[in-house]
């Protein structure tokens, strides 16, 4: 008799991800620590991926991100507990 299949839950990296790049295009800094970054200046988005092009895990790494002395920095982005295994997408007994 085959298992049931779990629901997927559903995990937001990319679209964190996506919200904190927009924050830091568009939106304006109070402080004026960081400049409005504009798509030359802004940095990549990286991935986990193996040697294939999977996902390893939902970690998301925005680089070069710099304030207005010129100090780089890095945002990342992961879960704390990945909500999807292997396990839950397994079919039959």
Sequence with gaps: MNKPLKPLKMIYCDAL???IMCLLKFDDDPYEV???MDIE????I???T????YFKTS?????KIFDKNGTEYKITV????????VDEFTVGG
């Excluded at 970690?59 to 680089?63: A, D, E, H, Q």
């Excluded at 992961?78 to 295994?85: L, N, P, Y």
């Design 78 to 85: 992961e879960a704390i507990k990945d909500t999807k295994s």
């Design 46 to 48: 990286d991935f986990d």
């Design 34 to 36: 960081f400049p409005k």
């Design 41 to 44: 200046n802004m940095g990549s």
């Design 17 to 19: 991800t996506a919200r």
């Design 50 to 53: 193996d040697e294939n092009g």
């Design 59 to 63: 970690k998301r790494t925005i680089n």
